[in-house]
């Protein structure tokens, strides 16, 4: 009888346990990024992103950000969601140690008419995604 309780003890326990995270992107937003990582193999993640190019940056959407060099991309999924970053209206303006783009950099969306800040976030590691060799 004893071992009725602790039996149930442990399924409600295990109810408790972490559950994957709820999706938050959009079918059409997963198109986007599934487009970008064809045929590609996910690296080890990596803190900074050494140099980029604003015009590099790809929105995936209000959490995702992708940087594309050359075959290489590099998909960093921000700590926190940067509201409205997909809106045209707005832009993603980082803040850098000078080391380039690096995990834990602050990231503010600002209407691009206004300069006013509408959301803001942190940077978090990078994923590089490469075609397999």
């Known amino acids: 009888m004893r071992a009725l309780p602790l039996i149930v003890l ?3 326990l295990s109810g408790c346990a972490a559950q994957p995270p709820t999706a938050t992107r959009t079918a ?3 198109v986007k990024l599934d487009k970008l990582l ?7 993640p990596i803190t900074c992103l050494p140099s980029y190019q604003a015009d590099d940056m790809i929105r995936i959407d209000d959490s995702t950000i992708a940087f594309k060099r050359g075959s290489r991309v590099y998909v960093n999924h921000l700590r926190g969601a940067c509201s409205n970053l997909t809106s045209g209206f707005y832009s993603l303006v980082t803040r850098s ?3 380039g783009l690096c995990r834990g950099d602050i990231a503010e969306v600002r209407d691009n008419q206004t300069g006013t800040i509408v959301g803001a976030c942190g940077i978090g590691d990078f994923i590089p995604y490469s075609n397999p060799t």
């Open 10 to 12: 442990g399924l409600a």
């Open 28 to 30: 059409e937003n997963q």
């Open 38 to 44: 064809a045929g590609k193999a996910a690296g080890s």
């Open 97 to 99: 140690n000078g080391q």
